[in-house]
């Protein structure tokens, strides 16, 4: 493979990490042009960090609560960010606001992965009030992260029906399939079509 920089991408991660699996998957081909640099989690007991641990990957804890307040959490995890170097952010299940300094340092460059599709239920149980309005479509959204929650410009977009006799869970199965396709195809775009190398200071 000739030429081809591979963008350097952290995962932001609260919990079972299976999105951030896929994409350190899909980033193991050798033309996919983003390789995951480090995983950060907000909770130490986060499934997803020994998983990503047991792929090599650089794992990181930031416990939110030995933090005063919002600004110095997230002064931190920007610190951690650039000292791994990284490029572009990806928020993979990631439930923690972030303040609107550090969304302008990153836009452009942090993406986060909703599970409907937006703007259709935004925040929490996606899937128990797609069923409770009765859908009949449901999905998952990638989509560049503004200051306002679940708001920013929509990157793509996959939809699943839903079925007779759907619970929370089968629909939320149905649609995590999606996100696991729809995520590392969404990272592959904006690592190709990024500019310059540095975040914002
Ligand atoms: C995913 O379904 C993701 O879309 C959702 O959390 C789940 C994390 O699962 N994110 C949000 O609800 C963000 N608002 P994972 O840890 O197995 O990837």
């Known amino acids: 493979m000739s030429g081809l920089r591979k963008r350097r991408a952290a995962v932001l991660i609260s919990g079972r990490g299976s999105n951030m699996l896929s994409l350190i998957e899909a980033a193991e081909a050798p033309d996919y ?14 499934a997803g960090l020994s998983r990503a641990a047991a792929a090599g990957i650089a794992t990181a804890a930031l416990d939110h609560r030995a933090f005063p307040d919002r600004p110095s959490f997230d ?9 791994h170097g990284a490029e572009i952010v990806v928020l993979a299940g990631f439930l923690r606001i ?3 300094g550090f969304v302008r340092a990153w836009e452009g460059r942090m993406i986060n992965i909703h599970p409907s599709l937006l703007p ?6 996606t899937h128990e009030r797609a069923l409770a309005d009765g859908a009949t479509q449901h999905g998952c959204t990638v989509h560049h992260v503004v ?3 679940d708001s920013g410009p929509i990157i793509a977009q996959a939809a699943v029906p839903v079925l007779p006799g759907d619970t929370p869970e089968t629909l939320g199965r149905r649609v995590l ?9 969404a990272l592959a775009d904006l690592a190709r079509t990024l500019p310059g190398a540095e975040p914002a200071s």
């Open 33 to 46: 042009p983003a390789e995951i640099v480090a995983v950060i989690s907000n909770r130490a007991d986060a």
């Open 75 to 83: 002064a931190e995890l920007d610190r951690l960010l650039r000292a």
């Open 98 to 100: 972030l303040t609107d």
């Open 120 to 125: 259709a239920y935004k925040g929490l149980h």
């Open 147 to 149: 200051a306002e929650l």
């Open 177 to 185: 399939a999606e996100e696991h396709r729809l995520f590392p195809a």
